[in-house]
């Protein structure tokens, strides 16, 4: 039955008191999705800015650089390779783990290989950089991978109801670890002793080689946890591992918390405010740092009991009906397609000279973009037409999942697409060019990583929790207007800051403003594809969702510079704010015209959490 019908203007909220929607946070799902977006917010920095510092204290050129950013296309193009994760299981694993754990246990092994294989390598020795390159794409692609398949298992995990709080605390997660393997791989770095001035190879294997310790996280939730899809012949083993899994979050969580949250006063007072600020005694130190130390040393002993404590379980998903031989057809058709998008992209991109129009870069690169697209489905096609792969198993695996989306929503799915294509736009584009525009403004590089890397991170993490808290007092789609007014109106504290360059206190009301309306806007995005979602196709449909979210913003983000170089930085800021204004008409229609229900045939979970 279509989802797709009139809303009555008066429909009723759904009421939650704030107490409720506070306690939605102690749920034991809660601590799961925190613990996977950790893991799943490490490995993206590891192959960008912390890979990007190292190579330029290697002494890389920056053509070469920015080159390893093309390892990250995967987060972009993740919805390719996504029916493969959801059709294709794995010979031993899925049977002992699930559909979804098994993939993810996989995509964090890949994970745990691609960095060993990068920390293994030495840039400035000659003619090695390929293997570092080749484990840099294997990261890119394996932890896109791991992306996929986390958000699959966060949608079945919890009905819609819990969707906003289990986004907002996959946020904080994902930013978590993002600080971990951004700032703390560089202060590792130099603990080690490597610097701009004096390269150490050593010194940066030794962080990386930490990296794969702190992946362990990962592959411990993953064992700890249980299958939303399947039941549990022996609960009460079950039971244990999820006792035993908080009482080990409890040891790690709260005594962070207790020390996390002075060493932020003291920081910000201290960095931010310029106001010496000493709340827990240096003394204290090493004996904090010992604690974490012995904690984070239990993981591997915990990880090899809870694998020898998996408790059998039977798959409630049915399998698809497809032979090893139709999979390993599949997985050919795959990688031929994507050869031939590679091959378009880069012979299309030779075709046209590089012109100087910004407006015209800009369309050169979409017909890039959709004509390599285009030649890997016609590639894809041909290869069916000729036998590679059986038309039915291609039709079941990429067209049936978009096709049960129009058959849900109908005329309107294009108008769903649209408002997951541009939702981001204003403070994407914005955001591209802030480093650049702060420098330009006269700020340094410390009081730009003070302002963006610390007290930013912190502010997205707040508003991803405020989002999902609002989120449980509101209709969707007003919570989704708030978000986007918010995100596209904190620009304009930009055009303030341009008539008071160098300005801190102009610059931390813009960063903090700006990163909190983004994290609430990112919360209570991220709920709503999760309730568009479908859990028959979960990582098929999502992964489609989430790319569609950043492919557009991000190929106009690639031209803010030149865009701001023609109408200069307070115009630019103006433009951003006013492409934000077709969003509040999108989410105006999709709320008077669609009905966002729960997702078709809801699997529950097999535990009792409560």
């Known amino acids: 039955m279509s989802a797709v019908k009139s809303v009555p203007p008066n429909q009723p909220a759904s009421k939650k008191s704030w107490g409720d929607a506070l306690k939605s946070f102690s749920d034991i799902r809660v601590m799961i999705m925190l613990f996977l977006g950790f893991s799943a917010g490490v490995p993206i920095l590891l192959v960008f ?3 990007s510092l190292w190579l330029s204290e290697a002494g890389l050129e920056t053509g070469v650089i920015t080159m390893f950013g093309w390892a990250g296309l995967g987060y972009s193009f993740k919805f390719i390779w996504a029916p493969l994760i959801d059709s294709m299981p794995l010979p031993f694993l899925t049977k002992w783990l699930g559909r979804r754990r098994a993939w993810m246990f996989v995509s964090q092994l890949l994970i745990l290989l691609a960095i060993f294989t990068m920390a293994s390598v030495n840039p400035v020795v000659e003619n090695v950089l390929w293997v570092m390159a080749l484990g840099a794409v294997l990261l890119g692609f394996s932890s896109a991978t791991q992306d996929i398949v986390i958000d699959a298992y966060r949608i079945e995990l919890a ?23 951004g700032a703390g791989a560089l202060y590792l770095a130099t603990y080690f002793g490597s610097s701009e001035t004096l390269y150490n190879y050593e010194a940066w294997r030794n962080t ?3 990296m794969m310790a702190v992946m362990s996280v990962g592959l411990l939730t993953t064992f700890a946890v249980y299958e939303p899809a399947a039941e549990s012949l022996a609960i009460h083993k079950q039971k244990r591992n999820l006792k035993v899994f908080s009482m080990y979050a409890a040891f790690l969580l709260i005594p962070g918390l207790i020390y996390g949250l002075p060493v932020f006063i003291s920081t910000f007072s201290t960095r931010i405010l310029s106001r010496p600020l000493t709340i827990i005694p240096v003394e204290f130190l090493p004996t904090i740092n010992l604690y974490f130390l012995i904690v984070m040393a239990c993981a591997p002993f915990l990880l090899i009991y809870f694998i020898l404590n998996q408790p059998k379980i039977i798959n409630k998903v049915n399998a698809v009906a497809q032979s090893r031989n139709d999979n390993l057809r599949i997985l050919g058709l795959f990688v031929l397609s994507v050869l031939a998008f590679i091959g378009a992209f880069v012979f299309i991109g030779g075709i046209f000279e590089k012109p100087e129009d910004v407006a015209l870069k800009f369309l050169i690169e979409v017909i890039r973009l959709l004509g390599s697209l285009a030649v890997a489905i016609l590639v894809g096609y041909a290869l069916i037409t000729v036998g590679l792969a059986k038309k039915e198993v291609a039709k079941r695996l990429w067209v049936d999942p978009i096709a049960d989306f129009f058959r849900r929503y109908g005329k309107q799915a294009i108008l769903l697409l649209l408002l997951i294509g541009f939702y981001r736009v204003s403070d994407i584009v914005a955001g591209n060019l802030s480093n650049v525009f702060y420098a330009k403004m006269g700020f340094t590089k410390i009081q730009i990583a003070d302002a963006v890397k610390f007290l930013g991170l912190f502010m997205t993490i707040a508003g991803g929790f405020l989002g999902g808290l609002i989120a449980q007092k509101m209709k969707m789609m007003h919570v989704m207007l708030i978000g986007a007014i918010a995100s596209s109106s904190t620009n304009l504290l930009f055009i303030l800051l341009t008539y008071h360059p160098g300005d801190m206190n102009y610059m931390y009301l813009a960063v903090i403003i700006d990163n909190l309306a983004a994290g609430f806007a990112t919360a209570v995005f991220i709920a709503f594809l999760s309730a568009l979602t479908s859990v028959k196709f979960t990582a098929v449909q999502y992964a489609i969702f989430s ?10 983000g690639g031209y803010s510079g030149g865009i701001s170089d023609n109408v200069g930085f307070a115009n630019f800021f103006l433009i951003t704010f006013l492409i934000g204004i077709p969003v509040l008409i999108l989410i105006y229609l999709v709320d008077k015209h669609v009905v966002i229900g729960s997702n078709d045939d809801p699997i529950e979970p097999p535990v009792k959490l409560n």
Request: glycine share 6%.
């Open 159 to 181: 009905p819609p109801a819990l969707q906003p709080t289990l986004s907002s605390i996959y946020v904080a997660g994902y930013r978590i670890g993002m600080i971990v393997a």
């Open 208 to 210: 990386y080689y930490t």
């Open 49 to 51: 800015s912390s890979l």
């Open 547 to 556: 790319s569609l979210m950043t492919l557009f913003p991000k190929v106009l």
